[in-house]
């Protein structure tokens, strides 16, 4: 067959490629021979690059001509939690300057933890001329004049998607920059954003009659949602500013007005927003509850009431405060509920036990199609996991965080055996984050079941590099492990180091290898970059072999030690080639 | 509710071995290939592995110990977001269940280090044990008399990235008002409901027990008769309400052909149009009735309002 393939002509195979969309499979169909590697690489339009560090643009560039969309991911994922100083990297401005110079029709940009500047996007602004779509996701080093060039500039702009970003407000009114002309928004989303200007925002809206998704932020009042909807009851997806009334006799008024306009939305599915949300007014979306099928942000009493009638939820973000209770509710009515998120109220200090695992079997006993889960809560039992395993088999995310090192309180024994029965049930499971008192019989477990894990988070976990070992040897589709304060060390890391070849990446921090290990591991693997970051203990360090490293990250490329690592980052294969040793040449 | 569960899954003594353990000991046949795919080879290819080195166990118990003491000194640099390291004796209650899980008792030279003890009961983690493709039990001793001390600061410590929430949220929930918190969870459990009901015009008020009614019809044919010496109009008769009670027809079967409409003051004080939320909901939450005069009420229900007037 593959052979009367080979005499098609290439209309044909790219014809068929068309229909192949995942980047992973285009991947695969580009490895079977060279006449499809080069049919395939001038037809596609999506690249996902989960590493920026590890090509460049210019070889992006050579092999996809024809890319229309790309994603681009920049720091490690524990960057999120301050365990990557800030200005360890990630910046796209390379990247969209050589997208820039050559002839790359880009629309579409995505970006996740990434450092973007001002300039950056106005050079995206003006260099693409059918750009359609930016998302950007925790990035941060902009301004809102950035925001103002991509308004201004993007004549067709269909997306503009800001998740959580860090952007320096100024006083300038971007939305104002959006012309006359921008009729083009589908989705809207300014929600990290601190202030927007009222009156631009209702007039963008007027004029683009497709918008679908829309996210608010605190600055939008309820009286300007009332009207915003009133020009849009086309949306889809609503993200709620302040939901507050004052105790103003008129007030009412409005909350009447808001109620009648929503009840005119029929088509909201996803909702969130509710920054701060004063319960009275909460019964005006009650008419949008029965289809909704995305909910976060709403807190408090209220939230059961409106879940009470969210009979088709399939995605939803709460906070602890809604307590077990609240989610045995959610447990009886949202039977669909695919996805569930449980962040602390309270992130700091602890007693302040508001969701236990009864909640959790609660809702993995009304809820078996659960396939996605991020539970924060103080305690959790390997009975609770046991019965959570057995309810719910369809996990391909499972993040439990839990107090660092705490066993189960009633039998006083590791997680293992609740960790083991998650991963032995859910055949898909693709993601596992690991809290809790465990030891490494509970890698054993990932190791032998987990067989299509791809990234594994590991927080203080003592015990033998054993435990490391078995993840590595037995997840074969391992792609992101990520290890803090835990105590494996040079044993673990170099037994197979031809391993992380076949991984995006490996982070440890606070464990005991030494820069002898991550100098070997570096000397061994040249297309693997292995950074080492001081940034605390500069001073200090030995610069011996012997010296533990506080943060190490080391990650597969094809384009060797980046050259715009800051001066407490140490890629160790750049220094092993310097004569002089280690302090020269950092 | 979840005791029942923890029992069922505990089993019958306190060590019972999980379930996990009792089907793979009646499946072995297929898992054999399984462990074969994971079976460590931590000599050369086809030698033995070495027996538990329990040398390695104690050393590397202590390094847990001084794992963990670095992440503290990270933390006391700065940084936001620090969650309190509980397992430090910040929960005494923990403690005292525990016995003692962070004993005061040291790990020396000779002693087995946290992990050991358990790794001495599970000879399987060896590959002999993977061979035979049965899994011991786990070490039915409590893991905490083994555990190294943990020497943490005397008050409680935090940890950087401990939680791991992302700041952006951190900073979001930290402008997150607490008094949604401290909503006073209503609860009716008082076996009547006795409200008064109200008529613009009419001269006296009424008391009704919401609990005797399981429907808006029902509450509507109830008051009807009550105030029938007042014109209240009819309800419909088609259209039983549904659970849901959200749909605009219902507002139409309460308030098709009257002068009048059918509000209630909810627990937060807001006069609210009757028959917008499920029946259950509305008894929690009401606290009075009042029939309103339909000139009073444009605003509540306007389209309700054009189309009594359409009838009328």
Redesign the interface.
């Known amino acids: 067959m593959l052979t009367m393939m080979n005499y098609f002509p290439d209309e044909v195979l790219e014809h068929v490629f068309d229909f192949v969309t995942s980047h992973r499979d285009r991947n695969a169909v580009s490895l079977v021979c060279k006449l499809w590697y080069n049919v395939e690489r001038f037809r596609r339009q999506q690249v996902f690059i989960g590493n920026c560090y590890a090509i460049s643009p210019e070889r992006l560039i050579a092999r996809f001509p024809g890319v229309k969309a790309l994603t681009l991911k920049g720091k490690p994922h524990?960057a999120?939690?301050?365990?990557v100083p800030h200005d360890w990297g990630g910046y796209v401005q390379p990247w969209i300057e050589a997208l820039a110079r050559s002839r790359i029709g880009l629309e579409e940009l995505r970006l996740k933890r990434m450092v973007v500047s001002d300039e950056s996007l106005d050079v995206l602004s003006r260099s693409f001329t059918n750009f359609k779509s930016l998302v950007l996701v925790?990035c941060e080093g902009f301004t809102t004049d950035g925001l103002a060039a991509i308004a201004a500039n993007c004549r067709f702009l269909r997306e503009l998607d800001l998740q959580?970003?860090?952007i320096e407000e100024k006083k300038n009114h971007w939305l104002c920059c959006f012309p006359d002309s921008c009729t083009s928004l589908v989705s809207l989303n300014f929600a990290?954003l601190k202030e927007i200007n009222l009156a631009a925002l209702e007039r963008l809206v007027a004029r683009n009659p497709n918008l679908k998704g829309l996210k608010l932020n605190r600055a939008v009042p309820l009286e300007a949602l009332q009207r915003i909807l009133m020009r849009a009851p086309q949306l889809v997806d609503l993200g709620t500013g302040s939901f507050v009334l004052d105790r103003d006799p008129d007030d009412?008024?409005t909350?009447?007005?808001l109620r009648?306009t929503i009840?005119k939305c029929r088509s909201i599915r996803n909702l969130s927003g509710f920054?701060?949300?004063a319960?009275?007014c909460l019964?005006a979306i009650?008419?949008i509850?029965?289809n909704l099928s995305y909910a976060a942000g709403i807190?408090?009493?209220?939230l059961i009431?409106l879940i009470?009638?969210c009979g088709k939820l399939q995605r939803l973000w709460i906070?602890d405060?809604i307590g077990?209770e609240g989610l045995?509710v959610v447990a009886s009515t949202c039977k669909d509920l695919q996805e569930l998120r449980v962040?602390?109220?309270h992130?700091?200090?602890?007693?302040h036990a508001a969701v236990t695992?009864?909640g959790l079997?609660?809702i993995s006993s009304g809820c078996p199609k659960l396939n996605s889960l991020l539970y924060?809560c103080?305690q959790m039992?390997?009975?609770?996991l046991?019965?959570v395993a057995k309810n719910c088999p369809n996990f391909i995310r499972f993040t439990l965080?839990l107090?660092?090192?705490?066993?189960d309180?009633?039998?006083?024994?590791?997680l293992?055996?609740g960790f083991?029965?998650i991963v032995?049930s859910s055949k898909r499971l693709q993601r596992l984050?690991l809290s809790g008192?465990f030891?490494?019989?509970v890698f054993?477990y990932i190791?032998?079941?987990a067989e299509q894990l791809e990234m594994l988070?590991i927080?203080?976990a003592?015990?033998?590099?054993?435990g490391m070992?078995?993840v590595l040897?037995?997840c074969k589709k391992l792609r992101k492990l990520e290890i803090?304060?835990?105590?494996f060390?040079d044993m673990a890391l170099l037994r197979d180091v031809g391993k992380y070849e076949t991984m995006r990446s490996l982070w440890m921090s606070?464990?005991?290898v030494t820069l002898g290990g991550c100098k070997t591991v570096a000397k061994k693997m040249p297309r693997l970059n292995v950074e080492i970051i001081n940034e605390?203990d500069r001073m200090k360090f030995a610069h011996e072999d012997n010296q533990k490293v506080?943060k190490m990250y080391l990650y597969r490329t094809l384009v060797g030690p980046r050259e715009d690592a800051p001066e407490f980052v140490w890629t160790l294969e750049k220094l092993l080639f310097t004569p002089g040793g280690l302090l020269e040449d950092q | 509710?979840?005791v029942p569960?923890?029992h069922d899954?505990?089993g019958l003594s306190?060590e019972a071995v999980?379930?996990?353990?009792g089907s793979e000991r009646s499946s072995s046949g297929g898992l054999n290939l399984?462990?074969k795919?994971?079976e460590?080879r931590l000599g050369l290819p086809g030698s033995e592995s070495p027996g538990r080195d329990n040398g390695?166990?104690v050393l590397?118990?202590l390094?847990?110990v001084s794992?963990?003491k670095?992440?503290f000194s990270?933390a006391i640099?700065g940084?936001?977001?620090?969650?309190?390291?509980?397992?430090n004796g910040?929960?005494e209650a923990?403690l005292g269940?525990?016995?003692n899980?962070f004993s005061p008792r040291s790990v020396n030279g000779g002693g087995k280090g946290?992990?050991c003890e358990?790794?001495n009961q599970?000879t399987g983690?060896g590959s002999p044990v993977l061979k035979d493709g049965v899994?011991p039990p786990?070490s039915p001793k409590?893991?905490?008399e083994k555990k190294p001390q943990?020497s943490a600061p005397a008050a409680?410590a935090?940890?950087?990235?401990?939680?791991?929430?992302?700041?952006?949220?951190?900073n979001?929930?930290a402008?997150?008002?607490p008094k949604?918190?401290d909503?006073?969870?209503g609860k009716s459990g008082s076996g009547c409901l006795y409200v008064k009901v109200s008529m613009d015009g009419a001269p006296y008020l009424r008391k009704v027990d919401l609990k005797t009614y399981g429907s808006y019809m029902e509450l509507s044919s109830a008051l009807e008769k009550m105030f029938s010496c007042f014109t209240i109009g009819q309800c419909s008769s088609h259209g039983v309400p549904s659970r849901?009670g959200?749909n605009?027809s219902r507002l139409m079967d309460l308030l098709s052909g009257s002068e009048y409409v059918l509000t209630y003051e909810?627990k937060?004080?807001?006069?609210?149009l009757v028959g917008?939320?499920?029946w259950e909901?509305f008894t929690e939450?009401c606290k009075r009735l009042r029939i309103m005069k339909s000139s009073e009420a444009i605003?509540?229900?306007?389209?309700a309002m054009e189309k009594c007037k359409n009838r009328n």
């Open positions: 524990f999120d939690f301050n365990l925790s959580e970003n860090e990290c009412f008024e909350y009447r007005k009648a009840l920054l701060e949300a319960p009275r019964p009650y008419p509850c029965l807190n408090g009493s209220e009431k009470r009638l906070l405060c077990d045995e962040f602390p109220c992130p700091v200090g602890a007693g695992e009864t079997v609660a924060y103080q039992t390997n009975a609770a046991i019965a965080c107090d660092p090192i705490n066993p309180p009633v039998t006083m024994q590791p293992d055996e083991g029965a032995r984050s008192l030891t490494e019989r054993l190791g032998m079941y988070s927080a203080f003592g015990e033998s590099d054993k070992l078995y040897n037995g803090r304060d835990s105590s060390g606070s464990c005991d605390n506080e | 509710m979840s569960l923890e899954y505990i306190s999980p379930s996990m353990e399984n462990l795919a994971t460590l390695v166990g590397k118990s390094l847990v794992g963990a670095r992440g990270d640099d940084g936001s977001g620090k969650w309190v390291f509980s397992g910040g929960s923990e269940k525990g016995g899980l946290g992990g358990c790794n599970n983690l899994v786990p409590p893991l905490q943990l409680k935090q940890v950087v990235g401990w939680p791991p929430i992302r700041s952006f949220r951190k979001s929930m402008t997150h008002s949604n918190d909503d006073a969870e849901d959200l605009e909810d937060d004080g807001d006069w609210m917008d939320v499920p909901m939450s605003g509540l229900a306007p389209r």
